[in-house]
């Protein structure tokens, strides 16, 4: 039996998020059926993230098995390629112990999602992010979502139909980057709940906008979900590395 690891990026907006759902379109699925083409057998591929629909990865970790080799990796890498959408790319491949599990190895996930603040509806719309058209307290954003970091019950910023045995998680650090009109909010922690970032983000926007009845602290120590607001649309999101060393704290890399 072999293992390999796949490094892949994808534009998720025409997906139905990462996990292999029925009659639905699907990273997974599209992958799967592109390995069937290539190998002549149902291969199952195991995701080291589920990103949610309509959310982008510039580097997903997956994994699957064979029970021959692949043969000459780099012929395979672009066969694979060339069996999937444009909207899918495999970046690399390798060979990996079959001890190697994407999930239980990871040591940490980064991601960023991304304002464009315009209120001009007729102006050109950068890619991959939510378009804000009303004024941001912008220090107020930033102080909020530092607020965050650290080990809590995140309850509050978990979507109702989660099936996670626990809501705590871990934020170790946060990173916010403005420039003109593009906000960057950067995540690294330990591991996210379904739809944990977009409810942050989509509750810290209306708080900026001028909700001072709150604030995310409150929100957290609450530990319900209604207490938040509705999640910020998937397109912002990006689920920029996962890491399987040291932890760093270089974000936006």
Request: glycine letters at 6%; charged letters at 25%; hydrophobic letters at 35%.
């Amino acid at each position: 039996m072999y293992q390999y690891k796949l490094n892949l990026s994808y534009n998720g907006s025409e997906f139905f998020g990462w996990q292999s759902q029925p009659h639905r379109n699907t990273i997974q699925d599209r992958c799967e059926a592109a390995l069937k083409t290539i190998i002549g057998k149902d291969i199952r591929i195991r995701g080291a993230s589920r990103t949610d629909s309509g959310v982008h990865a510039d580097e997903q970790i997956a994994v699957f098995r064979t029970e021959n080799s692949v043969g000459d990796l780099d012929r395979f890498l672009l066969r694979f390629n060339c069996s999937l959408p444009s909207t899918i790319n495999i970046n690399a491949i390798e060979e990996v112990p079959l001890s190697f599990n994407p999930c239980r190895h990871a040591t940490g996930k980064i991601y960023c999602y991304t304002l464009y603040l315009d209120s001009s509806p007729t102006s050109h719309l950068p890619p991959f992010n939510w378009r804000i058209y009303k004024p941001l307290n912008i220090e107020l954003l930033q102080a909020e979502i530092k607020s965050l970091q650290g080990t809590h019950d995140f309850s509050s910023f978990c979507a109702a139909d989660s099936n996670a045995k626990s809501k705590v998680r871990t934020i170790f650090d946060t990173k916010f980057k403005h420039s003109d009109n593009k906000i960057e909010i950067w995540f690294y922690g330990s591991g996210f709940l379904k739809q944990m970032i977009r409810i942050i983000m989509g509750t810290v926007v209306e708080l900026a906008k001028g909700d001072k009845s709150t604030s995310l602290q409150e929100i957290l120590q609450a530990k319900d979900r209604l207490r938040a607001y509705s999640a910020a649309p998937a397109q912002g999101l990006c689920l920029k590395r996962i890491l399987y060393s040291e932890f760093t704290k270089e974000l936006g890399k």
